[in-house]
């Protein structure tokens, strides 16, 4: 398709101005709400001051492809639900809506952007670095969450803070990294013990902290309806201040309020069929799009699956529309049972008839 990256003109006409040595001036909730109140009031604004701009991120890519299990790569996975993401924001008014990359790998806008800013991009790193450590020496705080995440290579952390200066130049309002979990230290070809979702979001000591909370947590609160928080107890919490992930903007380099969301381990069943995943990540899609809206105080269209009958005792792909759709309802699992008592994968046992059909 090529509808998916065309992009406003003032997107591409925007001047290059050197950019000060670390990004301040983080984007407020406030500003958002007021470019929605332009945006209906109809006023001739420039499209800065009443578009939304929200990027899409789909974590990894062809060269650094993420984890990987039993022939799935991150990268793909992440590509597909990020597509779906985007369908939903798309067909929203006022919101410009920019992908990534796709199956194909970076949108031209990156592809060009990488290679033409390349001296500044690393200019940029170099110096946000050095101001941030000054900053947090003067303030005397060391950071002291480290999760464990896989240590990006030279070329991951140039596109990703790169990503991060391109946002703030554009003034762009929200990020979302798209991604999928992996469980350190699991046999290659065997599931991890863990499960669930969790959502990354800048520490307080980085000044998009309080719009990415706002944002992570509108998120939260619909992704957890239809799967669980992630057992592992690091990520118990589900939203997770994070100082040290480039993505959300480490050393001040993001003025966009950011999350990074990992949908789930890879290696957990409901993601390794086509058609079952399909039918998941357009949930976790909508879910997403649903917290996007909340945030802005605006009602989600209604999501609405076609099932013909559901089959007891049997894992089918209109059980787990069926599941779904009560879980969306907020009628599935049963009273005092979770999504981890009770998992949606289609199967329609004691978990399904304590809902009622
Ligand atoms: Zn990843």
């Known amino acids: 398709m090529f509808a998916i990256f065309l992009t406003p003109s003032f997107i591409l006409d925007l001047q290059d101005h050197e950019l000060e040595a670390a990004i301040s001036q983080a984007i407020t909730l406030d500003q958002i709400l007021t470019k929605r109140e332009n945006y209906f009031a ?29 022939g799935l790569r991150e990268v793909d996975l992440n590509r597909e639900l990020a597509q779906n ?40 790193i170099i110096k946000s670095k050095k101001s941030f450590s000054r900053k947090m020496r003067n303030e005397e705080v060391g950071l002291g969450d480290t999760t464990a ?14 990503i991060n200066r391109w946002a703030s130049t ?6 979302i990294h798209v991604h999928f979990n992996d ?7 065997k599931p991890g013990d863990e499960v669930g979702f969790s959502i990354y979001t800048p520490g307080k000591f980085l000044e998009n902290h309080e719009i990415s909370k706002q944002f992570a947590d509108s998120i939260f609160k619909e992704l957890k309806k239809v799967r669980p928080v992630s057992t592992l107890e690091t990520e118990k919490d589900g939203v997770i201040e994070n100082h040290q992930l480039i993505a959300l903007g480490s050393n ?15 290696y957990e069943e409901i993601f390794s069929d086509p058609e079952y995943r399909s039918i998941a990540f357009d949930t976790l899609a909508y879910s997403t799009y649903s917290g ?10 209604e999501k609405k699956y076609e099932i013909i009958s559901v089959t007891e005792n049997k894992t089918t792909p209109n059980n787990l529309k069926w599941q779904y759709q009560k879980a969306l309802a907020g009628m599935y699992p049963p009273l005092n049972k979770s999504l981890i008592d009770c998992p949606a994968t289609g199967y329609f046992g004691e978990c399904s008839r304590g809902v009622g059909k």
């Open 252 to 266: 001040q380099t993001l003025t966009a309020g950011s999350v990074l969301i990992e949908y789930g381990y890879i």
């Open 292 to 301: 996007i809206k909340k945030l802005l105080n605006e009602k989600p269209i």
């Open 42 to 70: 109809g006023t001739k604004l420039r499209s800065g001051d009443r578009l939304v701009n929200i990027l899409i991120v789909p974590g990894h890519d062809d060269e650094s492809t993420g984890a990987g299990y039993k």
């Open 183 to 189: 469980y350190p230290g699991r046999a290659w070809n």
């Open 149 to 162: 995440h896989n240590t990006a290579t030279n070329d991951v952390v140039f596109k990703l803070y790169g």
């Open 170 to 175: 554009q003034k762009f309002d929200l990020v």
């Open 85 to 124: 993401l985007y369908t939903y924001l798309s067909k929203e008014s006022g919101m410009n809506v920019v992908l990534a990359s796709d199956n194909r790998g970076y949108s031209p806008i990156f592809k060009k952007y990488f290679v033409r800013d390349k001296k500044k991009i690393e200019t940029f």
